[in-house]
Nanobody, 115 residues
Framework: QVQLVESGGGLVQAGGSLTLSCAASGMIFSSYAMGWYRQAPGKQRELVAFITRDGRPEYADSVKGRFTCSRNGAKNTVVLQMNSLKPEDTAVYYC?????????WGQGTQVTVSS
């Protein structure tokens, strides 16, 4: 059974930083590109960033230059370093495969950015 557990969210002021981590288990981690997604209140879930199996990240335009995605195959983790946070980054953040797999969604981690 695949488990993806996100952590690291919290409340931060605009301009601040947070580091999110996703611990994966129950799957062959190296076989999947992995993505970070977010869902703000009243909005659809959107892709924030993904990282290929060989470690190449890609970013949504809204976070490019501020967020950095990385993966650690030895620890089966995906990390999203978020800098220069804005109030519009407020959302629940999830990790999943890229493209996402419906049954793999976890609980997510809440990120709240105050102005």
């Amino acid at each position: 059974q695949v488990q993806l557990v996100e952590s690291g969210g919290g409340l931060v002021q605009a301009g601040g930083s947070l580091t999110l981590s996703c611990a994966a288990s129950g799957m062959i981690f190296s076989s999947y590109a992995m993505g970070w997604y977010r869902q703000a209140p009243g909005k659809q879930r959107e892709l924030v960033a993904f990282i290929t199996r060989d470690g190449r990240p890609e970013y949504a335009d809204s976070v490019k230059g501020r967020f950095t995605c990385s993966r650690n195959g030895a620890k089966n983790t995906v990390v999203l370093q978020m800098n220069s946070l804005k109030p519009e980054d407020t959302a629940v953040y999830y990790c999943n495969a890229y493209p996402s797999i419906g049954s793999w969604w976890g609980q997510g981690t809440q990120v709240t950015v105050s102005s």
